[in-house]
């Protein structure tokens, strides 16, 4: 496994590859890794594919008084599992080798940026957008693949991909989850005793959710399900329970008429969780 710190090491690498004809995938993480990170690098290497991961903390989609001084590190432990994963190259570089300090181009995606999580987080999605895109012109991937887990992320990607004409292909991978039903996250570990025991109420919110959507419940009482179900926990601090159009994100009421995605914020202390899940509409008894 090759460990590129330059932008220049990693497109030799690619460039090499390429040149056998293998096609690349990338898999973009911040790091401290866990199963969810090592789901989409499995998922990547299907078919002889030549796999890159990214490590890198990116710094302009933290928002002032965000967690980016205490996002959890360990390169070293990174390094071990993508090489016992089989992956083939990883892009680590430090800050100053992806920002140059005079640089006047941002990605900035337009109201999909807005909603959601970039309400909490103004600001976020522009950080991620310009990343992404920075890290597919440097890698150049045929494919790369994203968690479902960031659903928001997800569509944003896709979104940029299409509208900026970018030749890579957008794989989503289901969310990996914990035992009791959390789902993986690197800020799990910053969860105290207390609130690691709480946090599995999202799951369960969800799954009860699902199950009701199944018997034909509206976007309102699936929304409200949810809410009373986080309720019942004193320690869950919810920031936003949302049911939308599992495609576009547009805010959906009524009865389901096609897949919709309920998507939570939850603050346990000072970490911020989400999760979200796809729901389906009742299925018609056959005629
Ligand atoms: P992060 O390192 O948190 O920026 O995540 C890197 C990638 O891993 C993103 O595409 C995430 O959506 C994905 N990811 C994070 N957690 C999970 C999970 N529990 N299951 C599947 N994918 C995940």
Redesign the pocket.
């Known amino acids: 496994m090759e460990v590129c710190t330059t932008k220049a090491r990693i497109r030799a690498c690619v460039a090499s590859w390429r040149g056998d004809g293998r096609t690349v995938m990338l898999?973009?993480?911040?790091?401290?890794?866990?199963?969810?990170?090592m789901?989409?690098v499995a998922r990547a290497r299907v078919k002889g594919a030549r796999v890159v991961a990214s490590?890198f903390v990116?710094p302009t989609q933290f928002g002032e008084g965000e967690d980016l001084a205490t996002y959890p590190r360990d390169p070293q432990r990174d390094l071990a599992m993508l090489r016992d994963a089989g992956v083939d190259a990883v892009f680590l570089p430090e800050v100053s080798e992806v920002y140059d300090r005079a640089a006047q181009t941002i990605v900035e995606p337009t109201a999909l940026a807005r909603i959601l999580i970039g309400r909490l987080r103004p600001g976020h999605f522009r950080g991620v957008a310009t990343i992404v895109t920075k890290l597919f012109n440097i890698v150049q991937p045929d494919g790369a693949?994203?968690?479902?887990?960031?659903y928001q992320?997800?569509v944003v990607i896709r979104t940029i991909v299409r509208d900026l004409d970018i030749p890579v292909r957008i794989i989503g991978?289901?969310?990996?989850?914990e035992p009791d039903g959390l789902?993986?996250?690197?800020?799990n570990v910053r969860l105290g005793a207390a609130d690691r025991a709480a946090a599995p109420v999202l799951n369960t919110a969800l799954t009860e959710a699902e199950a009701l959507a199944r018997r034909g419940a509206t976007a309102s009482r699936l929304r409200a399900h949810v809410r009373a179900r986080l309720a019942v926990e004193p320690r869950a601090d919810v920031q936003s329970v949302d049911i939308r159009d599992a495609e576009t994100l547009a805010p959906v009421s009524g009865p389901l008429a096609r897949a919709a995605v309920l998507l939570l914020a939850v603050r346990f202390g000072s970490v911020l969780l989400i999760d979200n899940r796809v729901v389906h509409p009742a299925t018609k008894e056959p005629t």
């Open positions: 898999v973009p993480t911040m790091g401290y890794l866990h199963a969810g990170h789901a989409l490590i990116n693949c994203f968690g479902e887990k960031d992320q997800l991978v289901p969310t990996e989850r789902a993986m996250s690197s800020r």
